[in-house]
């Protein structure tokens, strides 16, 4: 599976921003799907989750209410729609999917398939 990810930028605090992964299997709906964000200096983390059918979500507590992840399987995509964007919120983003359980999400070697990453940039 190949994913690419899309959609970052340069916006003031309070923005919004619509990150997009496109995925290349047509058997995208047998995987769980992510976001992961990387910050200067620090260590990659979890931000959010969606179950094959898009029936189940899961957030960071840092992002609960202001992101939200989607998906589309008629076109082979997962999307992050951030708001309220925050400086600290600034980072290389990275879709990720996975096979299994809709468990353990915060797992990073649970998933198989990354995308290249698309850096989001938060003014103050």
């Known amino acids: 599976v190949q994913l690419q990810a899309s959609g970052g930028g340069l916006v003031q605090a309070g923005g919004s921003l619509r990150l997009s992964c496109a995925a290349s299997?047509?058997?995208?709906?047998?995987?769980?799907m992510a976001w992961f964000r990387q910050a200067p200096g620090k260590e990659r983390e979890f931000v959010a989750a969606i179950s094959r059918r898009g029936a189940m979500t899961h957030y960071a507590d840092p992002v609960k209410g202001r992101f939200t992840i989607s998906r589309d399987n008629a076109k082979n995509t997962a999307n992050l729609q951030m708001n309220s964007l925050k400086p600290e919120d600034t980072a290389v983003y990275y879709c990720a999917a996975r096979g299994g359980s809709f468990l353990l999400l915060w797992r990073q070697n649970e998933y198989a398939y990354w995308g290249q990453g698309t850096q989001v940039t938060v003014s103050s």
């Open positions: 299997a047509r058997t995208f709906d047998t995987y769980i």
